[in-house]
């Protein structure tokens, strides 16, 4: 319903901030990376929602960047897994941490989260691994002969996975591996060359 909100910060905790939008304090929920950076009272501030509906409850949560609102939207998106799994596994985790956790399969990573212990780390992983994948398979992109194609090798493959979990879409992250992924790079180097060629 709400792609973004716009508004002066009216007050900020750990968790959740307030927001004043024409008179209207809207409470949302958000992580603590999001919170901590937000600024003072007073200050415009952009956050980017998601709003959860339950039978007894309608509520907002929200993140500065886009990346983080769709690590979250993918967290979320797992069977049993509700919005304070994942404020809190981005709370924990930065989405470019997270995004190379789970394209590395590295559950310990995700379990630093409060509250997510290594079955739920491990549910999380597998998962959205399997889900990223899939999505990567389906894709046009990555069609014989295509200039976009992804190079051979499992790390270049991983590192797509990780720029799509942070919102690139295939042929975005498909793109940038190509341009910087060569024999012998770690994912962790492919993946943080494949950002800083953005900026």
């Given amino acids: 319903m709400f792609e973004y909100i716009r508004g002066i910060l009216r007050y900020k905790s750990t968790d959740y901030c307030v927001i004043d939008v024409g ?6 929920y958000t992580s603590y990376t ?3 950076a937000l600024g003072n009272d007073g ?8 709003m959860n509906v339950k039978e007894d409850e309608i509520s907002l949560v929200g993140f500065r960047s886009r990346e983080e609102l769709s690590a979250f939207t993918m967290i979320i998106g797992i069977s049993g897994v509700g919005p304070k799994a994942g404020i809190s596994v981005l709370s924990a985790l930065s989405p470019s941490e997270f995004s190379l956790a789970v394209a590395s399969g590295d559950y ?6 409060k509250g997510v212990g290594p079955k739920l780390a491990q ?3 597998l998962e959205l691994k399997d889900k990223i994948s899939k999505d990567i398979k389906a894709s046009d992109t990555f069609s014989p002969g295509s200039h976009e194609a992804v190079p051979t090798g499992y790390i270049s493959s ?5 720029l799509m ?4 879409s295939s042929k975005e992250a498909a793109s940038l591996v190509s341009k910087v992924y060569t024999d012998g790079m770690t994912l962790e180097e492919t993946v943080r060359k494949a950002l800083r060629s953005t900026f």
């Fill in 23 to 28: 008179g209207v304090g809207f409470k949302i």
């Fill in 34 to 36: 999001t919170a901590s």
């Fill in 43 to 50: 200050d415009t501030v952009t956050l980017y929602t998601y």
């Fill in 108 to 113: 310990k990573a995700i379990c630093k989260a």
């Fill in 123 to 125: 549910r999380i992983v």
């Fill in 158 to 162: 991983d590192a797509v996975v990780a």
């Fill in 165 to 168: 979990a942070l919102g690139y």
